[in-house]
């Protein structure tokens, strides 16, 4: 019989995957529509910063299996949100331009950072206020969800920057195409086995206190994490072994827009 910590492991796989795909088809829709489609678009989903934020400051001050479930998905709307923002355009940062060829590596750091500032503004902002926020709490599952993202994801940019052998650029939209001249195609960079070996102990610890805990609302929590931290560890797996990953969300996409639009290539700083 499936018990209440392999349905956390399960619900997280499947809200990791429909979540992801969920964002992908919108913004492919975005593209095929035009107009400003991208913005209305973000503008609509943006009661999902307050609900988010509400679900975690309710779920905090409780200890029930409910309020871990309710935690979660609080945290992954509100990081939804912020991502749907990114890959529509409206918050990246001030650098839309090309990597010129033969830029020096610390302007190709500055311009890389200049491509995506106002988002990881907006993430660090988030992230502390939710831990400000954790402090004391008998809760702390949204919290660690969202931590759990975040430094996956610097982590992942960071390899993407550094050079990895395999960069997806398969559902980076039109309006940010300019991302890819920043990705640098390598043999493993000196970060990669540090993101890995930490995002295992993460998974070891987290599974440990599945172990450890005799509360089934924390062994739930802690299920929830897990999985998430495994996840994330296998995503950057992704970034090494050729696996044809995109088919997990290639079937359900429409078709792209075989609109073509001229992209910007001056001279440009990123700050």
Known sequence: ?????????LVALF??????GLILIGIR????????????????CAPLIPLGLWGLHWSAQHEQLLAVYV??????AIWAWIELAFLSGVITGPNQFDLPNGTPEWERFLRA???VAYHEILLVVMFVSLFAHSIGQVNTVGFWTFAILYFARISAKLNLYLGVPRINLEFIPPHLHHLKSHFRKADLN????????????AVACWIERIIASQMLADKVGFGLLAALSALALLE??????????????RWMLPAPSTLRKDYKSEDAHGL
Do not use: E, N, Y
């Open 190 to 201: 000196w970060l990669f086995p540090i993101s890995v070996t930490c995002l295992t102990f």
């Open 113 to 115: 950072w200049g491509t």
């Open 1 to 9: 019989m499936i018990g209440p910590v392999t349905i956390s492991v």
């Open 236 to 249: 950057h797996w992704l970034m090494v072994i050729p696996l044809p990953d995109a088919k997990l969300w």
């Open 29 to 44: 829709v975005a593209d095929r529509v035009g107009g400003g489609m991208h913005g209305r678009l973000t503008l609509w």
């Open 71 to 76: 935690a979660f998905f609080s945290a992954l």
């Open 15 to 20: 809200v990791w995957w429909i979540s992801t």
